[in-house]
């Protein structure tokens, strides 16, 4: 995915931060503090000796880093940078909630997990003919994450959705795989968006149905599965669920069942919803390869701060969020 780049921004922040080495300008801090939210403290100190034509340890960095996310987890008012659509796209008026979650390495503490949520604009790209289908996109308007489970993660998550209106549009829908704390929340505090399992999850799971039906005949698993994709895809699941049933698998049934509501793609189609959750599964990607490099071991305070960091760098908050701390 695209990064948008760290705007020239004169905000001198040397003392309120305690920054002030008397080495670096505020606006050269503000860049090093954003390319080390791109990249790791080494590669960011490479960077900026080889680019910057300045000689900074990654441990300067890293400092700088960790008083910046200080600054950055105060509250702040929220700047959205509303999507631009492109001459062939327009807005469809309606806005997507996904939810996911990835695993940390925290130094004596071992794999956390990290709970990612994505708001975005749901684009709609024109066909080129009139019996094609419209191309639909979600671009992002702003991430968030946080270390933690739940109950950690929920107020993270209402800040977000408040901050975007996600709440204030006519059409909302949330698109996530099937977890179950995903959809809790989804009840508890959505209950008027749509709800929408990804499509890729679903038809994962109709290759799993057709594996335990045809354990040992690869060949007619495949058979089976592509002759019921279809089905699954019209959100008719019940000839699914009832040949997993008669063949004494009603766990995997259960999924069908409890997903139903959720699966009828052709219809959130027509309606130009997104069917995937593939958006907030990338954030998680983009997450991990900063927190989650070879080698790399953080502390939890190390992590909470670079969190903030990557998120702002990752949705083009960095620069107004930076100015509001000053």
């Not at 040397?14 to 080495?23: I, K, N, Q, S, Y």
């Not at 680019?51 to 929220?78: F, H, N, Y």
């Not at 993270?156 to 059409?171: A, K, M, P, Y």
């Not at 052709?266 to 954030?283: C, I, T």
Request: charged share 20%; proline share 5%.
């Amino acid at each position: 995915m695209s990064v948008r780049g760290a705007d020239i921004i004169f905000s001198p922040l040397d003392t309120a931060w305690a920054l002030d080495e008397g080495r670096y300008s505020g606006a050269l801090k503000q860049n090093m503090v954003w390319l080390c939210g791109l990249l790791p403290y080494a590669q960011a100190a490479a960077v900026m000796a080889r680019i910057g034509k300045r000689q900074v340890s990654d441990s300067s960095l890293w400092r700088m880093a960790q008083q910046a996310g200080q600054e950055l987890s105060k509250p702040a008012t929220c700047d959205l940078l509303e999507p631009t659509p492109q001459s062939s796209t327009k807005s469809a008026d309606k806005k997507v909630l996904s939810m996911d979650g990835g695993m940390v390495n925290i130094f004596g503490e071992g794999w956390k997990e990290l709970k990612v949520a994505l708001v975005g604009s749901v684009m709609v790209e024109e066909p080129d003919t009139s019996d094609s289908v419209p191309t639909v996109h979600t671009q992002a308007l702003r991430y968030s994450a946080v270390l933690g489970g739940v109950s950690a993660f929920t107020p993270i998550l209402l800040d977000l959705v408040d901050c975007t209106h996600f709440g204030e549009v006519n059409r909302s829908c949330i698109i996530a795989d099937g977890a179950p704390w995903i959809w809790n929340l989804a009840d508890a505090h959505f209950p008027n968006s749509l709800q929408i399992l990804d499509w890729y999850h679903a038809r994962q799971h109709l290759s799993l149905a057709a594996q335990a039906l045809f354990p040992d005949h690869p060949a007619a698993a495949t058979t089976w599965f592509l002759s019921h994709t279809d089905d699954l895809f019209e959100g008719h699941l019940a000839p699914i669920v009832a040949e997993l049933e008669r063949a004494d698998l009603a766990d995997t049934a259960a999924y069908f069942l409890t997903h139903q509501a959720r699966m009828h793609y052709a219809d959130f189609q027509e309606e130009n919803y997104p069917l995937g959750s593939g958006s907030v599964e990338s954030e998680v990607k983009q997450f991990k390869h900063r927190l989650d490099g070879p080698g790399m071991s953080w502390s939890r305070p190390g992590v909470e701060h670079m969190i903030l960091i990557r998120a702002a760098v990752l949705d083009g908050s960095f620069d107004s969020r930076w100015s509001q701390a000053a």
